[in-house]
């Protein structure tokens, strides 16, 4: 059986009166997912709505299924210590005990473990860097 991951690209905004989603995407990610067929080059993608829109009034979000080994994963502006540190100090992420917590539920048994996490798990570290309360030091423009 051949895995899948999900590659996120970015996000978008839906059209306010119309079922049209605006998204703009990086030409660099756009150009890493791009294939060739007949001779002709093309760019597959997935646009899905979020479940709580962004800070930044993002509706949906874009991504792309890649086999397992080709992911290439997102451009991550913050190391997963930073986001870390910044997600306990303002509550997003509970320590308790030798736990770490998300939304109610131990994810991670100690740093070390909540780090390798936020550095390898492409959602979560989109949801810890752009939920509604993103801490200024995160803010992207």
Known sequence: ??????????????????EIIKVSLPLAELEKICYEYDGIEYVSFEVAKLKVPTKWGKT??????VKGEQAIGINRKYTPDVVLDECLKIGRIVASGSWYKHEDKNIA???KEMLALIAKDDLLYEKLTEAKETPAEMQTA
């Open 60 to 65: 949906h979000t874009v991504y792309t299924n």
């Open 1 to 18: 059986m051949t895995n899948f991951t999900k590659q996120y690209l970015g996000k978008g905004t839906q059209i306010e009166g119309f």
């Open 109 to 111: 048994h100690g740093r």
